[in-house]
């Protein structure tokens, strides 16, 4: 049992940032609150729609960047800040071209254009520059300023004033 004791409650505008070292249950805990695995025991209750940035991205790899994001554009009509994410060069550059930070970056554009007030972050800064960790950061921090959450699963140190933290070895059995 990963997560035995642990109760977790985040409102509007707060975020937490998860550690602990590899294998601890990090991205089983983010994949617990998307809903994409069942607990145990216990419960997870969320209240509004669930944003999730994990290792795949989900864009299409033979699409250019721009079709790929045009897809969940279709589905999520907010604009993504592609300018701001360093992306707006790309648009015509297949997804399967694209670096590690820059994927991490287009899908951070699908992730701010759903909308979606609750995000699950699961390493978010891998494979991040200097530069786009500072976006991240900054993204993060506007959308719990606007109130919605975010739980950050991260080996990485996130720059967050007011973020809790969640050491899941307080928990291990």
Same mark, same amino acid.
């Given at each position: 049992?990963?997560?035995? !004791?642990?109760?977790? $409650?985040?409102?509007? *505008?707060?975020?937490?940032?998860?550690?602990?070292?590899?294998?601890?249950?990090?991205?089983?805990? %983010?994949?617990?609150?998307? !809903?994409? =695995?069942?607990? &145990?025991?216990?419960?997870?209750?969320?209240? *509004?729609?669930?944003? &999730?940035?994990?290792?795949?991205?989900?864009?299409?790899?033979?699409?250019?960047?721009?079709?790929?994001?045009?897809?969940?554009?279709?589905? #999520?009509?907010?604009? $993504?800040?592609?300018?701001?994410?360093?992306?707006?060069?790309?648009? #015509?550059?297949?997804?399967?071209?694209?670096?590690?930070?820059?994927?991490?970056?287009?899908?951070?554009?699908?992730?701010?254009?759903?909308? $979606?007030? %609750?995000?699950?972050? #699961?390493?978010?800064?891998?494979?991040? #520059?200097?530069?786009?960790?500072?976006?991240?950061?900054? =993204?993060?921090?506007?959308?719990?300023?606007?109130?919605?959450?975010?739980? %950050?699963?991260?080996?990485?140190?996130?720059?967050? $004033? !007011?973020?809790?933290?969640?050491? =899941?070895?307080?928990?291990?059995?």
């Amino acid at each position: 049992m990963l997560f035995a !004791g642990l109760s977790l $409650a985040l409102g509007s *505008g707060e975020a937490c940032q998860v550690v602990g070292p590899n294998g601890m249950g990090k991205s089983s805990l %983010i994949r617990l609150l998307a !809903g994409l =695995l069942r607990p &145990l025991a216990g419960s997870v209750e969320r209240h *509004g729609m669930v944003g &999730l940035l994990d290792e795949r991205p989900a864009l299409d790899d033979h699409q250019p960047l721009g079709n790929a994001l045009a897809f969940w554009h279709e589905l #999520d009509p907010a604009s $993504a800040p592609l300018d701001r994410l360093g992306l707006a060069d790309l648009t #015509d550059v297949p997804v399967r071209y694209l670096s590690t930070g820059q994927r991490k970056r287009a899908a951070l554009a699908r992730l701010v254009g759903q909308q $979606a007030p %609750i995000w699950l972050l #699961d390493e978010p800064l891998n494979g991040l #520059d200097t530069k786009g960790v500072a976006t991240v950061e900054a =993204l993060v921090a506007e959308h719990c300023a606007a109130g919605g959450l975010a739980v %950050i699963a991260s080996h990485q140190p996130f720059a967050m $004033a !007011g973020m809790r933290p969640l050491d =899941l070895a307080h928990f291990a059995r």
